[in-house]
């Protein structure tokens, strides 16, 4: 009697505790065997590959360190020789591995002016490099340099499948030759920025706009030319150009991925990129209402758009209704405030392209079409 009292109270005992074990797989909607594999998937949940051939890594607690090996040895250090000596500093990636040569991806700024360039691979081995083309207005260029058995090509991917407050992170040169190979990390902070730019080195004014990602990764001197990748490695965008101010911190920019894609193989090949020529020389109204230089008729309430200060014979603008000293003030009905502004609209069309000008004429509006011409 007494044995089977303690069966019966066994029994109830492993019911209850097999009831808990049903009741808490069914509320709380997990397989207890699988709790491994649950945790190793979240780890990496939210990473998407933009790329056909895209290999996903895995993000846990230890960072981004998988992604990092997967791509540290397709990022270069680059020496801009001038006159024998280094001028100065960069990043660029190795694109596409062809044969016995690597090409490596960077900006035209990192290059300028070189009577030499060498690219400085992870394993600290320097090679000499060939500029292949480049262009200012992209800030792109392409160089190519001799294969190294360490090398590796990154994959280009695209961004605009990426979305804000996605995790990047760069790989680039801040500072030169002692932090070369350095890692930051940050986060897609905007798409579709537009900022102003100048073409040339040695100038402080701008004359170019730039729709850029902007991030909040590091970006310090020697990072232009690196890519901006997402978690997988995948190069979104290639880095171009800090805003530096005194009270901004943590604003970095890079040339969106699919806009260099399309310029890639007319500077592989040497060629220079064809931008459609208006044929005026053009004055910021903000530089010309305010200077003694210039003796242009520009009313008290007009603060912004283009004076045309010149136009060249044999143009477009030449055979249209455009004077000296109209106030250009949109292209196709689209705004633009400065000669900067002009441009990136005006690049949106090619040579032989038809547009349509507004501008001001002794304080009346008009507008007149101008047939682009192709730039020598």
Same mark, same amino acid.
């Given at each position: 009697? *007494?044995?089977?009292r303690?069966?019966?109270a066994?029994?109830i005992?492993?019911?209850f505790?097999?009831? +808990?074990? @049903? ?14 594999t649950?945790?190793? &998937?979240?780890?990496?949940s939210?990473l998407?590959?933009?790329?056909t051939d895209c290999?996903?890594v895995?993000?846990?607690?230890? +960072?981004?360190?998988?992604a990092?090996e997967?791509v540290?040895?397709g990022?270069l250090?680059?020496?801009n ?5 280094v ?6 990636f190795?694109?596409?591995i ?6 490596v991806?960077?900006?035209?700024h990192?290059v ?7 690219l400085?691979? &992870? *394993?600290?081995?320097e ?6 083309g480049?262009?200012? =207005?992209?800030?792109?260029?392409i160089?190519?340099?001799k ?24 790989? %680039?040169?801040?500072?030169g030759?002692? =932090?070369? %190979?350095s890692?930051?990390?940050?986060? @897609?902070?905007?798409?579709d920025r537009l900022?102003s730019?100048s073409?040339d080195?040695n100038?402080?004014?701008? !004359? ?8 909040d990764a590091?970006?310090n001197p020697?990072?232009?030319g690196g890519?901006?990748?997402?978690l997988n490695g ?8 800090? @805003?530096?101010?005194t009270?901004?911190? %943590?604003?970095?920019?890079a040339i969106p991925?699919e ?5 890639i193989e ?5 060629e ?5 020529l208006l ?5 910021n ?11 242009f008729?520009?009313p008290?309430?007009v ?7 010149g136009?060249?014979e044999?143009? +477009? ?5 455009l004077k000296?000293g109209d106030i ?7 705004e633009?405030s400065?000669?900067?502004y002009?441009?990136?609209e @005006?690049?949106?069309?090619q040579?032989? !392209?038809?547009?349509?000008?507004? =501008?001001?004429?002794? +304080?009346?509006e ?11």
């Amino acid at each position: 009697m *007494k044995s089977e009292r303690i069966k019966e109270a066994i029994l109830i005992i492993v019911s209850f505790v097999i009831g +808990g074990v @049903l009741t808490f797989i069914v509320i709380d909607g997990k397989d207890l065997f699988n709790r491994t594999t649950t945790t190793s &998937s979240s780890a990496s949940s939210g990473l998407t590959c933009s790329a056909t051939d895209c290999t996903k890594v895995v993000v846990d607690e230890s +960072g981004i360190s998988e992604a990092v090996e997967k791509v540290y040895d397709g990022v270069l250090m680059i020496r801009n020789y001038q006159n024998d000596e280094v001028a100065s500093t960069g990043t660029g990636f190795v694109y596409k591995i062809e044969g016995d040569d690597a090409y490596v991806l960077t900006n035209q700024h990192v290059v300028e002016g070189a009577d030499k360039i060498t690219l400085i691979t &992870s *394993k600290d081995e320097e090679i000499e490099g060939e500029v292949l083309g480049g262009d200012s =207005y992209v800030d792109i260029a392409i160089v190519k340099m001799k294969k190294t058995d360490d090398l590796v090509a990154l994959t280009l991917g695209n961004s605009e499948n990426s979305k804000l407050g996605d995790l990047v992170f760069t790989i %680039g040169n801040p500072l030169g030759y002692d =932090y070369r %190979g350095s890692v930051s990390t940050g986060h @897609l902070a905007g798409k579709d920025r537009l900022v102003s730019v100048s073409t040339d080195n040695n100038s402080s004014s701008s !004359d170019w706009v730039m729709k850029v990602l902007q991030t909040d990764a590091a970006i310090n001197p020697g990072n232009s030319g690196g890519p901006l990748m997402n978690l997988n490695g995948e190069v979104i965008g290639v880095i171009s150009l800090k @805003l530096v101010q005194t009270e901004v911190e %943590g604003m970095g920019f890079a040339i969106p991925i699919e806009y260099v894609n399309s310029k890639i193989e007319t500077l592989e090949k040497g060629e220079a990129i064809e931008w459609p020529l208006l044929g005026v020389q053009m004055l910021n109204v903000s530089d010309a209402k305010y200077s003694y230089r210039y003796n242009f008729d520009i009313p008290n309430d007009v603060d912004s758009g283009v004076v045309i200060a010149g136009i060249e014979e044999g143009t +477009g603008a030449a055979s249209s209704d455009l004077k000296t000293g109209d106030i250009v003030t949109a292209i196709n009905g689209v705004e633009v405030s400065d000669s900067a502004y002009l441009r990136y609209e @005006l690049y949106k069309y090619q040579a032989g !392209d038809t547009i349509e000008l507004t =501008y001001l004429r002794a +304080g009346k509006e008009h507008t007149t079409k101008v047939t682009l011409s192709k730039s020598e």
